[in-house]
């Protein structure tokens, strides 16, 4: 349980990363080198394809690795199928899906999710934990959209649980990087990994300045990301104190090996009236500053090089990130699809979430 996960904190260097695994310092610090996301295909595990309003009668295509699935709804409900309804299955069907080449398939906080992996495996209990999301959905059309990366996923979700870069690629938004103090924490299991960064006496972010009225220069900020592994998933949920509390779900649907769609939910409901509008549309903006990042390093990891990546002290959480993913990628290559720890648990506690606003 994630209580009780591994913990590093922001004093430890790339060593003691590599030691805190039991393979020794050298051979995971190479590891971590030998990073070739692109190679990357998790399987067993529920994505989320569309946003629930966006699945209807007329079907709609989304792809997990280059895998088609065709959305739609029947009597209401929401099917996925390898195949067009209107398409002669004229070949075998996927290992993934069933005799009707349809996918496992649930609808939860608002999205349509498909399992791709092994159809008996598929089990509710294996999807991810959003405890800022209404587990119904409704959240209104202006804290939803989809952006696009021009990159692996996991590219992308590397980038986004370095949460300092924000400082410099998002200034404008989320305010630079001057701080009176500044503390990193990493927390772990096989299937997720959560950064918490807390920073006392920030410039208050330019955005909470215009649109929620803070007047004082600083403010205290506690910022989580939280990647849920083979899902591609990640919360980011930011407390601005003072100002208002950021909830985001980061979906990084991996389309295919090097294109990533999100479609994300920001549920900003709690929020005063102009933030809880403008900041969802901040995404778009944020997205292109990052896909400016993501996008030229993304073919420089398709195959394995000689390459040495260089790192800071800030760079623990990705270094356990490109650690966990290579051990799950190991152990299904093995043949071992199984989920060792529990990505259903409320992780409203470990995010911090202010659970008087979400009340669900």
Not at 67 to 85: C, I, K, Q, T, Y
Not at 291 to 318: C, E, I, V
Request: proline share 7%; aromatic share 10%; with cysteine.
């Amino acid at each position: 349980m994630l209580e009780v996960a591994d913990r590093l904190s922001d004093n430890e260097a790339l060593s003691g990363v590599a030691a805190s695994t039991g393979s020794g310092g050298p051979a995971a610090l190479n590891a971590i080198n030998h990073w070739v996301p692109h190679n990357l295909v998790m399987r067993d595990a529920w994505f989320p394809l569309a946003h629930a309003t966006g699945v209807g009668k007329k079907p709609v295509r989304r792809a997990i690795y280059s895998h088609p699935f065709f959305l739609w709804r029947e009597d209401g409900v929401a099917v996925a199928s390898e195949f067009h309804p209107n398409e002669k299955q004229s070949r075998a069907s996927s290992p993934f899906t069933d005799a009707r080449g349809r996918y496992p398939v649930m609808e939860r906080y608002g999205y349509v999710w498909g399992w791709f992996g092994q159809p008996e495996s598929a089990d509710p209990v294996h999807l991810p934990s959003l405890p800022f999301l209404p587990p119904n959905g409704g959240l209104p059309g202006h804290m939803i959209g989809t952006v696009r990366f021009d990159c692996s996923a996991p590219i992308s979700l590397e980038n986004l649980i370095d949460l300092t870069h924000a400082d410099f690629l998002h200034a404008n938004i989320t305010g630079d990087e001057k701080s009176e103090s500044e503390s990193i924490e990493t927390f772990f299991d096989s299937e997720s990994i959560t950064m918490v960064r807390t920073c006392t006496g920030k410039s208050v972010a330019p955005v909470m300045k215009f649109f929620s009225g803070i007047k004082q220069p600083t403010q205290n900020i506690r910022q989580v990301i939280r990647i849920y592994l083979r899902s591609h998933c990640a919360i980011a949920y930011g407390r601005f104190t003072p100002g208002d509390d950021v909830p985001l779900f980061h979906p990084c649907v991996p389309e295919t090996r090097d294109r990533t769609r999100l479609d994300y939910a920001m549920n900003t409901s709690h929020a005063g009236l102009l933030f809880r509008h403008v900041m969802p549309k901040a995404s778009y903006m944020v997205s292109r500053q990052d896909s400016s990042m993501t996008s030229p390093q993304s073919p420089r990891y398709m195959r394995d090089t000689n390459r040495k990546d260089l790192h800071s002290r800030f760079d623990a959480p990705g270094q356990r990130y490109r650690m966990l993913m290579m051990d799950i990628a190991n152990r299904q290559d093995a043949g071992d699809f199984a989920y060792r720890d529990d990505v259903s648990a409320d992780c409203s506690d470990l995010i911090g979430l202010r659970k008087e606003l979400f009340r669900y």
